[in-house]
């Protein structure tokens, strides 16, 4: 009895005496108001990423630290004008520069390359050790062996930029001292820029996503902008107010129902990965069948559309129609049949979509990058240009090329890279095959560009600001073992803020400032009509022992007793003026480089409307040719021809001077039945861009990576939503949560790209990295990454 | 008085991209696990598949909610401290000072407005930014939205402006969309898929849902208290003129001043549910809406009033008259409590939990629990009673064979009311909506081995013992009693508490 008493007296004692104060309180409202408003300051930056538009941000520093981050604060919600407002990624941005993660000190690798063992050295060690070995690889190979990798992390600046690398301080150290291995082309866009120009000539874009208030019909093909260009202020905002504006019907034609599709289509064709071609073939048989296709555009704009149109060399029988009508070298004719049995689409979809497109004028016609990031990209490419101008939709308002939407853009300098001796480039993708094989390389079989042959392979590797050694590039298990062999490629210098997936390969992994921690001028993404320039200003100190790139390739240009060519005796923000002063010349708009300082922002609406591409071209096109052979859009390409003849293409492999549909290795064809069933994918994700932002905890916990599978297919494999399953095929294994969802085409599934590499023991990516199950072989033409184009299959871990 | 505030929310602009969200996040500081606006993607469609070809038809929207700031806060009624209010501006906000981070709000809210802040102890939501706004700025989740699909003000300005249906739901959007076109139908309107924002589930297959064992025990333990504190009454009330005082008083005051301990275990065990304990006396502020607030005033009173019975029954005070109505009063009390404690969990929010069949269960646990424990106590007091003493007392060996009898029977009769009204309930379950769909499957936890498990043990304690007890008790060797009366309290105490712990693990609230 007493015990009840006692306890329940007790109890009540120290309720009693919490309650009323006399007991220390665990109170969660004991915190001050954080935005006080005095001892706080608001500093202009901007997030750097590769995500195809550029934001600013606006942070609030109070006592050193970044307490808050909010968006742009001029503009308004007008076409040209727009207030630019961060996507969700820069949002976070607090949670990558404060990232636990963070790279603190220089660090030489101890152990096994890539194991991420590494011991803290001096800045001087590290600088001494990088130019010992600059001078020593120079010396035993030639300038030749040292490359620099794709790195698109910081391509946001002017002077800390990482991209293109040919602009990057990097580069300009190396051109004082010899120069490097260049490389061309990109992870982004490698099949549709080798491939654009053989059908539009150099330099030819589209329309941009402004002018799609004056089209009847807008295809986006393969395009997801609310998806790959997330800013507010960029090409979501852009096609979001278009659309609300005029009300223009949009199609959209993508194996997954994207978020695009779900605010602004109207209508969803979903296709197996890797048909483009055949569909726009299937279109065209449709559109000459019923007559609805331009005859009079195509007879003077094209060579190569009809057999009275071929080039001089051409064989009878070479023309698209007859490609298209069964009256070719293959003997097939691409009727809706045939193309609804590669593509996955129904005969009476394919028909209804040709009619909707051929009668809607204008109609602009927009390609993303997801269709040429294939085996086949090239061809895919070319096709859908080549539907453009089936129609007559090429330079004209409202309409379009085919091509990725172009856009306004301000006319900047850039910073002085000086020039590189070394003419040798390799394509973007092949770096591996050039660390392995190199002396086997050749410019007809590899696309080696400047020179024949290779003659040293890759010995030195400078990765700024990327994750391509590792993440990014494909086969992520076959190149981890090319690299832990050092005495193949025998140094790598990894300048980097986060512990990724390449930065365990460095030998030597120098912490580079985040874009916050140093003055830049940082030039716009793609927005419409807007054109915009920030000035994104240093807003607290360097973390840690973080150094800025320009003080680093200082430090090393000193010791290689080059340091006066590189610096011309300028610190960072003397070059930025230098720069800016150029671009005043060439943008006389634009304000002071004090007043720009204080603004934080210079915008401007494009003075010419909107932009059109090749509209001289269309008007005139005698008087404005494309820069092809025959001076018009070259449907059937005599260049190309030639190519094939001259080049040595792999089994399989086919490069061909129509865009014809080109069945490849791991192909619709081959999924369905065997080992690896299902297509795979890797889309991009809110999540990150590409592998940036992957180790924000706010970013993990809003988008977590996911495989998405249809729900038809997950039905019969047993998975349900939110399932821990395995994605695995010859190349690799990865373990990751299911999505399953009706919003992804039966037999294919997605893995979103960037997620970081993460082998356990067993060699099981926990990570969920796309690319541990992507290939090396690389495409036909512009031996680019064909890293939508993978067999693999799927099961309950 | 100010007007009211709130949001618009343009949902054919939303992409899903959470950038409200994060907004929301960095400007407060919150942690990974405390999301004050929250996106749910709700898709969902079929396809069709004809030889090599397949034909979708298929939805998706993205819904962004972060709270309402309702005219009549579901989370303020069942608030039992009054730290969960509305202010002059209608913001619904929570005063930490008072909160005890009971989570009820957390339950009651079909938006999943309130959410739990674990290093803080205490609730924490949405506040409409009202620093930004009292500077002239907008929230923070408006002025982020990348597509502009949020807007925010006087309420009644965006009624005006947009129609006055507090709906979530296609109103007056702008139009932007062409007449559907073949191919593209309107969704179905029964959706394949529920909305999926991912909340912290518990992983499924663990019944064991750690935070909630405090609720487990303090229920349990308060609702055996109840019923063996009736029990005791009855067996006062009805055996005391056949078997006399003395028996009766020597086998049940023992048991009384068991069950204070019991009782005192079970209230500070629910005090470990909260995530601000010392908060705890602001429990009782809200009698008048919150089922909690009467839950802990009841049971309180019922714990004080025990003890003061406890009390006055050790030191003879008072008259037996004046005992008997005080034990009479708190019975009553104890069943209020018992009462009240059921009411807490007819939320609308929780299909599992909305049911008869949980004030039915929770007075059944109350009665066979009391039963059996007081049985078992009965049977262990006149043991060491006999061993220690070994006088041969008739009498209170009538009374045991008596009570045992009796309480044997009560928990066959109960245990039948258990067996009628669970698969009744089970049965509802599934066939309701999807989230009693969903509690239906954590029933099945394990290929419904827990769920087994309760039924089995539960027979065996009252059905198949209680039946051997009522036996035994009648003309059975009187040795056998104790372990037969112990056993099966220990077996159904054992079901009981399955049973709590499924009932706790079954939650699934609607909405976000």
């Known amino acids: ?797 | 008085m100010a007007k009211q505030l709130g949001f618009y929310f343009d949902q054919t602009l939303c992409t899903g991209c959470k950038a409200c969200q994060v907004a929301c996040k960095d400007k407060n500081d919150l942690p990974v696990g405390v999301t004050w606006r929250r996106v749910a993607e709700y898709s969902g469609g079929t396809w069709q598949q004809e030889g090599d070809t397949f034909t979708p038809n298929v939805f998706t929207y993205y819904t962004s909610i972060s709270c309402n700031h309702c005219d009549e806060p579901a989370c303020v009624q069942v608030c039992p401290t009054t730290a969960m209010h509305k202010d002059e501006h209608g913001i619904v906000t929570i005063d930490d000072g008072k909160c005890v981070g009971c989570r009820y709000c957390e339950w009651a809210c079909p938006y999943g407005a309130p959410q739990y802040d674990k290093n803080a102890g205490v609730m924490t939501k949405c506040d409409l930014c009202i620093d930004r706004v009292n500077a002239g700025e907008q929230p923070a989740c408006v002025a982020a939205c990348p597509s502009r699909a949020l807007e925010f003000g006087e309420i009644e300005e965006l009624r005006a402006k947009y129609g006055d249906t507090a709906a979530i739901g296609v109103q007056n959007a702008r139009p932007h969309h062409d007449p559907p076109q073949p191919g593209h139908h309107p969704p179905p309107r029964r959706p394949a898929h529920r909305p999926r924002h991912r909340r912290h589930r518990q992983p499924r297959g663990d019944l064991m849902n750690v935070h909630e064992l405090p609720l487990v025990a303090f229920t349990i333990l308060a609702q055996m208290s109840v019923g063996s504190f009736v029990i005791l009454g009855l067996v006062q009330l009805s055996l005391v003129r056949t078997h006399g005082q003395e028996a009766v008083d020597k086998l049940s005051i023992p048991a009384l001043y068991a069950i204070g301990p019991a009782m005192v275990l079970g209230l500070a065990g629910s005090m470990l549910h909260l995530g601000d304990p010392f908060n705890a006396l602001n429990a009782i502020n809200h009698l008048g809406s919150s089922w909690l607030s009467r839950e802990i005033l009841f049971g309180s009173a019922f714990a004080g009033l025990g003890a003061t019975f406890a009390l006055v029954q050790w030191r003879n005070w008072l008259t037996p008259m004046l005992r008997q109505i005080l034990a009479g009063v708190t019975a009553l009390v104890g069943l209020a409590l018992v009462y009240c404690m059921s009411m807490v969990y007819m939320l609308p929010t929780v299909p599992a939990w909305n049911h008869w069949a949980t004030p039915v269960t929770f007075f059944t646990t109350t009665f066979l629990l009391g039963a059996l424990a007081i049985g078992a106590a009965f049977a262990v007091v006149y043991t060491l009673r006999k061993r220690k003493h070994q006088d041969d007392d008739m009498q209170t060996a009538a009374l045991l064979r008596t009570s045992l009898r009796r309480i044997a029977a009560s928990a066959i009769v109960l245990l039948g009311v258990e067996f009628i009204v669970l698969p009744i309930y089970a049965l509802d379950l599934a066939t309701g909506n999807a989230n009693a769909k969903a509690s239906a499957a954590l029933l099945m936890t394990g290929g419904g081995a827990y769920l087994i498990a309760r039924l089995v043990l539960v027979f065996a304690g009252a059905g198949i013992l209680g039946f051997f007890l009522y036996r035994f008790a009648g003309k059975g060797a009187e040795r056998h009693l104790v372990y037969l009366a112990t056993t099966a309290f220990a077996l159904v105490i054992a079901s009981e508490t399955i049973g709590r712990l499924l009932f706790y693990s079954s939650f699934d609230r609607i909405g976000m």
């Not at chain 1, 279109?283 to 331009?294: F, G, K, R, S």
């Not at chain 1, 392995?436 to 560009?449: L, N, P, S």
């Not at chain 1, 009706?742 to 990295?769: E, F, L, M, N």
């Open chain 1, 1 to 797: 009895m007493k015990w009840s008493a006692a306890a329940g007296g007790a109890a009540a004692a120290v309720g009693v005496g919490a309650h009323y104060g006399l007991l220390p309180l665990t109170s969660a409202s004991a915190e001050p108001a954080a935005d006080a408003g005095a001892g706080e300051k608001v500093v202009w930056s901007s997030c750097n990423v590769n995500c195809g538009s550029r934001c600013p941000l606006l942070m609030t520093v109070v006592d050193g630290q970044i307490v808050r981050v909010d968006p742009d604060d001029t503009g308004d919600d007008e076409l040209g004008s727009q207030q630019i407002r961060a996507c969700v990624r820069g949002r976070s941005i607090r949670q990558r520069i404060y990232n636990p993660d963070r790279l603190k000190h220089p660090m030489k690798r101890v152990g096994k390359r890539g194991s991420g063992e590494f011991e803290q050295i001096t800045w001087e060690e590290a600088y001494d050790t990088i130019a010992a070995s600059l001078k020593s690889t120079i010396e035993k190979y030639g300038n030749e062996a040292i490359y620099l990798n794709y790195g698109t992390g910081a391509l946001g600046g002017t002077i800390a930029k990482s991209w293109p690398p040919a602009s990057s301080p990097i580069a300009r150290l190396m051109n004082c001292v010899g120069g490097y291995l260049n490389h061309y082309g990109t992870y982004s866009t490698a099949q549709i820029a080798a491939a654009t120009p053989y059908t539009y000539g150099a330099g030819a874009g589209n329309n941009s996503f402004d002018d799609i208030v004056n089209s009847k019909l807008v295809v986006l093909w393969g395009n997801n902008p609310h998806e790959t260009r997330m800013s507010g202020g960029g090409e979501t905002f852009v096609t979001q107010t278009a659309k609300r504006l005029s009300g223009t019907k949009v199609i959209v034609i993508d194996p997954r129902y994207t978020d695009t599709a779900v605010t602004i289509a109207d209508e969803w064709v979903p296709l197996r990965p890797g048909t483009d071609a055949a569909l726009v073939a299937a279109l065209a048989h449709v559109m000459i069948t019923e007559n609805l296709h331009d005859q009079e555009f195509l007879d003077t704009y094209c060579v190569g559309f009809d057999e009275a149109h071929l080039p001089e060399g051409a064989p009878a029988g070479g023309s698209y129609h007859s490609y298209v009508m069964g009256l070719g070298p293959d003997a097939t004719e691409k009727t809706p049949e045939w193309g609804a049995k590669i593509t996955g689409i129904p005969v009476a979809r394919i028909v209804q979509l040709a009619r909707t497109i051929a009668q809607a004028k204008p109609c602009a016609i927009v390609q993303g990058w997801g269709p040429q990031r294939h085996a086949n990209g090239e061809n895919s490419a070319r096709a859908v240009m080549l539907l453009a101008a089936l129609t007559g939709n090429v330079g004209i308002t409202g309409g379009g090329t085919g091509a990725r939407e172009g856009s306004y853009q301000l006319s900047l300098s850039a910073f002085p890279t000086l020039k590189n001796p070394v003419k040798t480039s390799i394509p973007v993708f092949m770096w591996t095959d050039a660390i392995e094989r190199a002396t086997e390389m050749t410019a007809t079989a590899d696309g080696i560009q400047g020179k024949d042959r290779l003659e040293v392979p890759i010995k030195f590797i400078w990765n700024y600001a990327g994750n391509a050694l590792i993440n990014q590039h494909s086969d992520a298990n076959r190149t981890a073992k090319l690299l832990e062999d050092d005495s193949l490629c025998e140094m790598i210098v990894v300048i980097e803020n986060q512990m990724t997936a390449s930065a365990k390969f460095a030998d030597i992994l120098l912490p580079d400032v985040s874009n916050s921690e140093q003055p830049d001028l940082v030039p716009q993404g793609s927005a419409g009509n807007l054109g915009y320039l920030i000035f994104a200003d240093q807003v607290i100190e360097p973390l840690f022992e973080c150094r800025t790139v320009y003080e680093m390739c200082t430090e090393i240009a000193d010791r290689l007793g080059v340091k006066a060519e590189f610096t011309e005796g300028m610190t960072q923000e003397d070059w930025l003026r230098k720069v800016y002063a150029e671009s005043q010349a060439k943008e006389p708009d634009l304000p002071s480089f004090e007043e720009l300082r204080e603004k934080g922002i210079f915008k401007k609406k494009n003075p010419a409307g909107t932009v059109v591409g090749l509209k001289a071209f269309r008007q005139d096109p005698v008087a404005n040719p494309l820069k092809t052979p025959s001076g018009k859009i070259e449907i059937y390409s005599s260049l190309l021809q030639d190519l094939s003849d001259k080049w040595t293409l792999p089994e399989g492999d086919r490069i061909t001077p129509l865009p014809e549909y080109t069945p490849t290795w791991e192909g619709p064809e081959l999924a369905g039945t065997g080992k690896y069933p299902f297509q795979m994918i890797g889309h991009h994700y809110k999540s990150r861009t590409h592998s940036t932002y992957g180790n924000v905890a706010w970013m993990q916990e809003a988008h977590p990576q996911l495989v998405w599978i249809n729900t038809l297919d997950a039905t019969s494999l047993g998975i349900e939503n939110d399932d821990v399953v395995q994605v695995f095929n010859d190349r690799g294994r990865i373990q990751l949560r299911a999505h399953v969802t009706a919003r992804i085409a039966p037999g294919v599934v997605s893995v979103p790209q960037g997620a970081w590499y993460a082998p356990d023991k067993d060699g099981v990516d926990k990570g969920g990295c796309t690319n541990t199950l992507t290939s090396w072989r690389p495409s036909p033409l512009a031996k680019g990454n064909p890293q939508h184009t993978n067999l693999v299959q799927i099961e309950k871990a």
